[in-house]
């Protein structure tokens, strides 16, 4: 089996009005400065700049023609005329269901009901962005090699490698062979052993933790097919990965750090992935998850004394 290496990230069609919000902060933190005025800007008000020519943009951003065209591509749109038809979108999108003024800026005298509204405001925040920008065509193809593979392996150090911990038992109860490495060493052994028709997964934020790239790394040269869950779709681990998907992460605070805020997306990803093997494999799948939940029964009832 052979693989190419991934090309930098673009989507294959322009991303709906409601998904423009969530990729301008997953992409942002790639951009150059003079870039993410123009992407904060159009973000912020959608409005007001669906308005203005790219000239106008130009000027209201400090920035060049060409930085607002090369912003509108990064984004996922041919030209800046596409990005305006999405602004306007997204600008009536809000008109009619305009979101709650609340931010997840945590104070540290902030009383503790301000505190549960503010997180959870993120959190439907941040599902919202990962689900508006999750690539469905990569994921389907995500789940249609693990239904089908020999072993599936996956890679994810701290607060990754729970949700790593996570898919592994959730597969391993509807009967596939899947297991998470936090080792990196027994990772990198591991991934060794790996061929065609095995799947490795990649679970990192930032795109770039070394620990789990390495491994990616193996098992994407020994053939087996690769996939990153990442909030970077323009990191260096993509370049080992055949099918990526991207998560979207609050903005981080003193108190919430990107920990906290990227696991709740990285978790909806896995949820996906794993409803959609069981889907795939619902006549094994089935039968073997009602065996684990009998052989678990009787640990949730009380015993007779």
Do not use: W
Request: aromatic residues 4%; proline residues 5%; hydrophobic residues 45%.
């Amino acid at each position: 089996m052979t693989h190419d290496l991934k090309e930098s990230f673009n989507a294959d069609s322009p991303p709906a009005p409601a998904a423009l919000a969530a990729k301008v902060r997953t992409l942002a933190p790639s951009m150059t400065r003079s870039m993410q005025r123009v992407a904060e800007a159009v973000a912020g008000d959608p409005a007001s700049c669906a308005a203005l020519t790219v000239t106008g943009l130009a000027e209201l951003t400090g920035t060049s023609e060409a930085t607002v065209v090369r912003t509108a591509r990064l984004l996922g749109y041919p030209g800046y005329r596409d990005l305006r038809l999405a602004l306007a979108g997204l600008a009536a999108h809000q008109q009619s269901g305009r979101a709650p003024s609340v931010t997840a800026d945590i104070a540290v005298d902030d009383p503790i009901a301000d505190v549960v509204a503010k997180l959870a405001y993120d959190e439907q925040q941040t599902l919202a962005d990962t689900a508006a920008g999750l690539d469905t065509v990569q994921l389907g193809a995500a789940v249609a090699a693990a239904a089908t593979a020999r072993r599936i392996d996956i890679y994810g150090v701290g607060a990754s490698s729970l949700v790593g911990q996570d898919l592994a038992q959730k597969l391993a109860r509807i009967g596939l062979i899947a297991h998470s490495h936090t080792d990196p060493h027994l990772a990198v052994t591991n991934a060794v052993q790996l061929r065609s028709g095995d799947v490795a997964i990649a679970i990192t934020h930032s795109g770039s933790t070394v620990d789990v790239m390495e491994p990616l790394r193996v098992a994407f040269d020994r053939g087996a097919t690769t996939v990153a869950i990442t909030g970077r779709p323009d990191g260096p681990v993509t370049q080992y990965a055949d099918h990526v998907l991207t998560t979207s992460t609050a903005r981080e605070s003193e108190l919430r750090p990107a920990a906290m805020s990227s696991r709740t997306s990285q978790l909806l990803v896995v949820d996906c992935l794993f409803i959609g093997v069981a889907q795939r494999t619902y006549e094994t799948a089935a039968p073997a998850l009602a065996a684990s939940y009998e052989a678990l029964a009787h640990r949730h009832t009380p015993r007779p004394r």
